[in-house]
């Protein structure tokens, strides 16, 4: 009886630990691979290059970056599948000769499973592109589980092949040479006025780099309006300290009862993309452009308020309670955000009695002159602060001002179980990478909230986060079974010989 009862144990053993690798492999190596494609040299012709995925796990979401030679393609758009739908985070493609593709859904509970095209790059045969072979390049793939740990990738570049001779015209080499020669002729001239000035050249916003640590400040302004049904209020959003970014996306809120958002007036440094989103209170606004790295300063876009008949002489807050900007590598900005006033008085000019400053000289006799301001909220690594200014002439006067949020501060770092990760050096938060996206660890004071599930995602045991950590437990499986039957064979020969004896 013992020794069935072993052969059983040990069998059991034996089945799991053989299913066990089954498992693991099934989780293997994910390759990501560029098709081959052939086409006739005709300048503005559309080539589709697939991009196919291989041994896929099951994914939550990933990126990968495309390159290839800009002198003979145009990346136009890219075409996804259910396979690998657009991320809501994708950048616009702005940068040429390169664009990280983003694909899949970090907010899915569904993983996304099977091989097949994933997406097709969709380019554009350039003018001036000359026969040849032009490669498809695949590198910087990051793809990652539902658990948020990173599933092992590789890449396979593809390439284009034009033939032909329709690449450029009598008229268009000509038309070259002549840019050629003009532009030589003034450069030369450049040079015999300001000796090294050529080498001074401006650059245009679709050659613009991503600016590492770039910023931009967000303010919504201070306004003063009549209280009364139906007056329009128009609150300007500005940018300042802008190194350039890509697309964003800002979100308002304001109190539903005394207004109602109208329309959103657009400009040249943030012209529209993506619309508006709008309900009673709130609003949020993408915005951004397809041809490089926005830079400037000034007015962004006006929002245009209509009030309701439940107005009232006082001050209102719009408040500019989020934001995502990001390069053209989909990276985050650092951003900061002041919020905007309204304040409504039955003539349309502020109270002297009014506490919110203003900027009406009749607010004050002889005007206001603020103090130095004193900081009455710290700003923290994500939240930003408030410094209120008193009024010299008349202290009942005070207005406040935002103090932009520090952002974090990352190292690289290690979590509790060896895994590479980013960390706050001010606050202690952790991060899967250095984009902050993904939220893995809380601040030290616990109010900091994950932008994947609105908790702190707990991290996997295994260290490497890569399903190869089964393997020590296959074997302990794999040694306990040859025990059992060792066990069992021992048993067995032991009554034999008693039988014998």
Not at 87 to 100: D, E, R, V, W
Not at 307 to 330: H, M, N, P, R
Request: proline content about 4%.
């Amino acid at each position: 009886m013992m020794k069935k009862r072993i052969v059983s144990f040990s069998l059991v053993l034996l089945i799991v630990s053989m299913l066990i690798p089954f498992g693991a492999a099934a989780a293997g190596k994910m390759t990501i691979k560029a098709g081959s494609v052939k086409a006739s040299l005709k300048p503005g012709d559309t080539v589709k290059v697939p991009v196919s995925f291989a041994d896929n796990p099951t994914y939550e979401y990933g990126y990968v970056r495309a390159s290839w030679d800009e002198s003979a393609l145009v990346l136009k758009s890219v075409e996804y599948t259910k396979l690998a739908p657009m991320q809501s985070s994708a950048a616009p493609i702005t940068s040429k000769g390169n664009y990280k593709v983003s694909f899949g859904d970090m907010m899915t509970y569904e993983p996304f499973k099977g091989d097949g095209t994933a997406f097709t790059l969709v380019f554009t045969i350039a003018d001036g592109a000359k026969a040849g072979t032009y490669p498809i390049n695949l590198s910087e793939s990051e793809v990652y589980d539902f658990d948020i740990n990173d599933i092992p990738s590789e890449t396979k570049n593809g390439e284009v092949t034009l033939s032909g001779s329709g690449a450029s015209s009598d008229k268009t080499d000509k038309t070259d040479k002549k840019d050629k020669t003009e532009s030589s002729n003034n450069t030369n001239k450049s040079d015999s006025k300001n000796g090294s000035s050529s080498n001074q050249s401006s650059q245009s916003p679709d050659k613009q780099q991503p600016v590492k640590d770039g910023r931009l400040n967000v303010e919504t302004g201070s306004v003063t309006a009549e209280s009364k049904k139906g007056e329009e209020v128009r609150l300007p959003v500005s940018f300042s300290q802008n190194t350039g970014y890509a697309y964003g996306y800002l979100d308002f809120t304001w109190d539903k009862s005394a207004f109602k958002l109208k329309d959103v007036e657009y400009t040249k440094l943030a012209p529209a993309l993506g619309g508006v989103q709008k309900s009673d209170g709130s609003a949020k606004i993408s915005f951004g452009s397809q041809n490089g790295l926005m830079t400037g300063t000034g007015t962004a876009f006006t929002l245009v308020f209509e009030t309701t008949d439940k107005v009232q002489a006082k001050s209102y807050t719009v408040k500019l309670s989020g934001s995502e900007i990001y390069d053209s590598d989909i990276n985050l900005l650092h951003t900061s955000v002041a919020d905007g006033e309204i304040v409504l008085t039955k003539d349309g000019k502020a109270s002297e009695k009014s506490n919110n400053g203003g900027n009406s000289s009749n607010s004050c006799a002889g005007g206001h002159s603020w103090d130095s301001g004193k900081v009455v909220k710290a700003p923290t690594c994500t939240e930003q602060g408030e410094r209120r200014f008193t009024c010299r002439n008349n202290p009942e006067h005070t207005k406040t001002e935002a103090i932009p949020a520090t952002g974090h501060k990352l190292r690289k770092a290690k979590d509790e179980n060896g895994k590479p990760c980013y960390e706050c050096e001010v606050c202690g938060a952790r991060f899967a990478d250095s984009t902050e996206r993904i939220q893995i660890g809380a601040p030290k004071d616990g109010n900091t909230t994950d932008k994947k599930t609105d908790a702190t995602v707990s991290q996997p045991d295994d260290p490497s986060g890569k399903s190869g950590s089964l393997i020590p437990l296959w074997i302990t499986l794999m040694v306990l079974s040859a025990a059992g039957f060792a066990a069992a064979a021992v048993i067995g020969k032991r009554r034999k010989t008693g039988k014998e004896e």
